[in-house]
């Protein structure tokens, strides 16, 4: 089946840090939405995104994620690496640098240029290409381009709602910390 012919469906639900929205389509997640300025802003920005078909229920399996989304924003550790995302539409750079991104496990941070290096980009404009596809990744905290940072472990910037300061309460959930922008895990 073209992706062009896929059914997305999307829902919104609420949780600790506001109302968020999730698009699925038969191959797994298209799209999460954090929270915009209410409720209706964020499923009018997930419907822009994804060009979806409509509101809809959940199946079990994206109900379940819902739940994990969920408990994730109230700060419990949850994995998303199993989690089936629907990478068809986007080019292979992307792809690539999504799957990559989704190796980062909890509460460990990366930098733009380490993370171009890992997938074969070893300058400058590496880093740059890999900041500017994280500014569209479509599945933020499944795929956690929030553990990415700026040259010099520095927050760098979050195309969220809320910008950096939402990237750095993503980061805080996970226990990073940022202190004179250097970012630590817990107990270090």
């Given at each position: 089946m073209d992706s062009?012919?896929?059914?997305?469906?999307?829902?919104?639900?609420?949780?600790?840090?506001?109302?968020?929205?999730?698009?699925?389509?038969?191959?797994?997640?298209?799209?999460?939405?954090?929270?915009?300025?209410?409720?209706?802003?964020?499923?009018?920005?997930?419907?822009?995104?994804?060009?979806?078909?409509?509101?809809?229920?959940?199946?079990?399996?994206?109900?379940?994620?819902?739940?994990?989304?969920t408990r994730y924003l109230a700060g419990e550790r949850v994995d998303f690496a199993a989690v089936p995302?629907?990478?068809?539409?986007?080019?292979?750079?992307?792809?690539?640098?999504y799957e990559?991104?989704?190796?980062?496990?909890?509460?460990?941070?990366?930098?733009?240029?380490?993370?171009a290096r890992t997938i074969g980009l070893p300058n400058w404009e590496g880093a740059r290409d890999v900041g500017e596809a994280m500014g569209r990744n479509p599945v933020p905290i499944v795929i956690p381009c929030h553990r990415v940072l700026a040259a010099g472990n520095k927050l760098g910037g979050f195309s969220a709602p809320g910008g950096a300061a939402t990237k750095a309460k993503l980061l805080a959930l996970e226990g990073v910390r940022f202190d004179g922008g250097a970012p630590r895990l817990p107990g270090l």
């Open positions: 062009e012919q896929l059914v997305i469906s999307h829902c919104v639900f609420d949780t600790a840090i506001g109302t968020c929205g999730i698009a699925w389509s038969e191959r797994g997640l298209v799209a999460v939405q954090l929270p915009a300025r209410d409720r209706a802003a964020t499923e009018r920005r997930l419907i822009a995104r994804t060009h979806g078909t409509g509101a809809s229920a959940p199946p079990p399996e994206i109900a379940a994620l819902i739940a994990d989304i995302v629907d990478l068809s539409r986007l080019d292979p750079f992307r792809r690539k640098l990559t991104m989704r190796a980062l496990p909890w509460g460990t941070t990366t930098t733009y240029g380490a993370l």
